[in-house]
């Protein structure tokens, strides 16, 4: 059986690794995955490390990296 899926996010270590050598271990990163069948009716409508907005026709994802602590920005 294959499994074929859409992926839609973005990982903290895209941003992390040009900033120098990596000492510790990136926050962040969010995905989703759709079936690839629904492809046809699947849209990304926001991607970015801390949070992903997909629509999957008249669904509408929305999967959210909340850290309790970590950087001034994760407000």
Known sequence: MEFLNLAFGRSAMSDRVTEGPLYCRP??????????????VTK???CS???????????LI????LPCTGTSARM
């Open 49 to 59: 490390e801390r949070y992903v907005v997909v629509k999957v026709g008249n669904l």
């Open 44 to 46: 990304c409508v926001f």
């Open 27 to 40: 926050y962040g990163g969010t995905m989703v995955l759709v079936r690839n069948e629904l492809h046809e």
């Open 62 to 65: 929305v999967n959210v990296y």
